[in-house]
């Protein structure tokens, strides 16, 4: 998703930007597996959701009103096309695009690759 | 970059995953900011290298010798296509393929979007 015209002042707030990415994941039906953020000096914020189903990103440049994220997810139970309506909303973009790629068609009869059984005893690996 | 035919067997192994995305990093110049690996049962890792210039991401599905690998980068100093060749070689793929997507186009006048600056004294938060 290119979000241009966004706040600028949502876009260089560490808090808000994790809140929103981490809110889009859960209205997304995702499983959370990991949180990272990170502010940029003077001001730029980058941050990953990883989830069972693959990750989100985003990439803040608030001195052009402009964020990058991408909403990598697989399987058949998640919705991205929620977590991006409500990050438009999220970060105020007044012209949001989206480009959709397709990932893992590897052959004709292989359908979505599935997403990834959770095992909660499996320790996250930093 | 779509990297099929794989060997499933670095695909399913953490530690190599996770050098192969770390050392591609470090080969395209990036400053690495963080690093968040995970492991699935009963097999499949997805990662993340945070980097100063945006992010490197992987997803591998071992039962299908695939990986979906991102590498996202902004500025002028960055070798992404070094991190590509790297990885292609690293997951002994046979049949790769990259599609290049231009992000940040935000007016005719303005180029590459800058890279963050790094400042060690700003903690990460995660």
Do not use: Q
Request: aromatic share 8%.
């Amino acid at each position: 998703m290119e979000l241009r015209d966004c706040n600028p002042k949502i876009l260089k707030d560490l808090k808000k930007v994790k809140n929103a990415l981490v809110s889009a994941a859960k209205e997304a039906k995702a499983t959370i597996v990991d949180i990272s953020f990170h502010e940029f000096s003077p001001f730029g914020i980058s941050g990953m959701v990883i989830i069972a189903e693959s990750h989100l990103s985003i990439h803040t440049w608030p001195e052009y009103s402009y964020a990058a994220v991408d909403i990598f997810t697989c399987g058949d139970l998640i919705k991205p096309e929620v977590a991006a309506t409500f990050l438009i909303k999220e970060f105020e973009s007044k012209s949001p695009s989206i480009v959709e790629l397709k990932r893992g068609i590897l052959s004709p009869v292989n359908g979505k690759l599935p997403h990834k059984i959770t095992d909660p005893e499996l320790a996250p690996v930093i």
